[in-house]
């Protein structure tokens, strides 16, 4: 049973900083393609970043080098390090398996619960 976890959301001013973690179990993240989308207060979910199996990660625009996306073999966990946050970044952040391309990471086959992120001063 393929299980993913969020946790690391929470409430940052603007400029501030935080790392979602992506807790997995029954999927090896390294062996698919991983990444994160988030769904702003009333707006539709968005595709932020994605990690392929091979290859270079790609992010959406609007968090490019801002976020990084990293992994931990060892423990199976995704991060997610977002740096710059902007009130335009809060929302519901869902880590996401199986999809390998980043504007369609909303209907991948494998998400989690999600991690809510505030930025506001």
């Known amino acids: 049973q393929v299980q993913l976890m969020e946790s690391g959301g929470g409430s940052v001013q603007p400029g501030g900083s935080l790392r979602l973690s992506c807790a997995a179990s029954?999927?090896?993240?390294?062996?698919?393609?991983v990444g994160w989308f988030r769904q702003p207060p009333g707006k539709e979910r968005e595709g932020v970043a994605v990690?392929?199996?091979?290859?270079?990660?790609s992010y959406a625009d609007s968090v490019m080098g801002r976020f990084t996306v990293s992994l931990d073999n060892a423990k199976n966990i995704l991060y997610l390090q977002m740096n710059g946050l902007t009130p335009e970044d809060a929302g519901m952040y869902y880590c996401?398996?199986?999809?390998?391309?980043?504007?369609?990471?909303?209907?991948?086959?494998?998400r989690g619960q999600g991690t809510r992120v505030t930025v506001s001063s």
């Open positions: 029954g999927y090896s993240i390294n062996a698919h393609c």
């Open positions: 996401a398996g199986g999809m390998c391309d980043v504007r369609e990471q909303p209907r991948a086959r494998y």
């Open positions: 990690r392929p199996i091979s290859g270079r990660t």
